[in-house]
């Protein structure tokens, strides 16, 4: 089997902790150990967000003095050096020496005519006074938005992924049995200009990246996991009800009613369907502390054709 598993955000590092080498190093080691113990012989292609990362290297990028700020392109490649490496070590651990993992600084193609360049939603960096806004905005040509958590933050774009230019890459090194690592925070997204490929101040939302990465790879299985048990309906609300197995259709049908909201379990959903709908195959959504039993079935919610 090739399996396509995008870890969210609690692999790395979990609700209340601030973030140090050793928390971090505890999680991924976790991680690792628990995919480990589930899949042996199959092909292993793993994604991963970077939201954290990204936002503490940006920050520090605006505190360095005498520095000027790097781009979101730099962040990002700095971030799947940062996140690939820690994996790659802890998988090889995890595996005992019998399969070796390698981390690939993958760019995610994206169209400069898509929508999203005219209309920046995807918060990202350090949270700022108006004044200070407005100095970056004039300095670095950034674009600002008050978020609704007060003060002013960063916003770029988040454009629809085309293509993983690293897939075939990818393919190659997954059949040689080496786990691979690739698509971190969505992919490095970058466009074509009648120059050649330039990066874009972007952000491609992870979970749609690993879908579209999954659908190139022709995987099995797509699985994605997080940190609730899989994909509820009026989701934490009294009358909440969580979904075990359902099909395309019926998600689809929930999805359109505005169940699942944008920034956290929408995308989610959308990847998941996405995949199924042009794969046939199946996906899942559900809990990295329960792997084991989400691919057994017995927990997490599976989405079918
Ligand atoms: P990740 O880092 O794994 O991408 P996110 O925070 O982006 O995690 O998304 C997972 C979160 O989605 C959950 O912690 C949960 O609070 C939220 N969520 C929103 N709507 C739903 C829903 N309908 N079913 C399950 N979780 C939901
Ligand atoms: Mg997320």
């Known amino acids: 089997m090739r399996i396509v598993i995008a870890l969210g955000g609690n692999a790395i590092l979990r609700k209340g902790e601030k973030g140090s080498p050793?928390?971090?190093w505890s999680n991924v080691r976790r991680t690792a150990s628990l995919i480990a113990k589930t899949f042996q012989q199959d092909e292993i292609i793993i994604t991963h967000g970077n939201g954290p990362q990204v936002g503490y290297l940006l920050e520090v990028m605006n505190m360095a003095k005498g520095y000027p700020s790097q781009s979101m392109d730099l962040a990002d490649a700095m971030?799947?050096?940062?996140?690939?490496?820690?994996?790659?070590?802890?998988?090889?651990e995890a595996f005992q020496g019998r399969r070796r993992a390698v981390a690939i600084i993958t760019r995610t193609l994206v169209d400069a005519n898509d929508p999203s360049f005219k209309n920046p939603t995807k918060f990202v960096g350090a949270y700022f006074s108006e004044a200070e806004a407005k100095r970056l905005s004039s300095e670095y040509?950034?674009?600002?938005?008050?978020?609704?958590?007060?003060?002013?933050?960063?916003?770029v774009p988040s454009p629809e992924p085309l293509d993983i230019l690293e897939s075939d890459l990818i393919e190659e090194l997954a059949r040689e049995?080496?786990?691979?690592?690739?698509?971190?925070?969505?992919?490095i997204p970058v466009m074509r200009t009648p120059e050649g490929l330039r990066p874009v101040e972007a952000v491609v939302d992870k979970d749609l990246a690993s879908s579209l990465l999954a659908v190139k790879l022709k995987a099995d299985l797509f699985i994605i996991l997080t940190d609730v048990r899989g994909v509820a309906i009026g989701f934490g609300k009294p009358n909440e009800r969580w979904l075990d197995e359902v099909?395309?259709?019926?998600?689809?049908?929930?999805?359109?009613?505005?169940?699942?909201?944008?920034g956290s379990m929408g995308p989610k959903v959308l990847a998941a369907l996405r995949?199924?709908?042009?794969?046939?195959?199946?996906?899942?959504?559900?809990?990295?502390?329960?792997?084991?039993?989400?691919?057994?079935?017995?927990?997490?919610?599976?989405?079918r054709p």
């Open 22 to 24: 050793e928390e971090q």
């Open 79 to 92: 971030t799947q050096g940062w996140l690939g490496f820690m994996l790659q070590m802890a998988l090889e």
């Open 141 to 155: 040509g950034w674009t600002f938005k008050q978020d609704p958590r007060g003060g002013y933050r960063r916003v």
């Open 177 to 187: 049995g080496m786990v691979v690592i690739s698509a971190g925070g969505g992919g």
């Open 247 to 262: 099909s395309a259709d019926e998600l689809e049908e929930y999805y359109r009613k505005g169940e699942f909201p944008p």
């Open 275 to 303: 995949f199924v709908r042009s794969t046939k195959k199946i996906a899942m959504i559900g809990s990295l502390d329960e792997l084991p039993e989400v691919v057994r079935g017995s927990s997490g919610t599976r989405i």
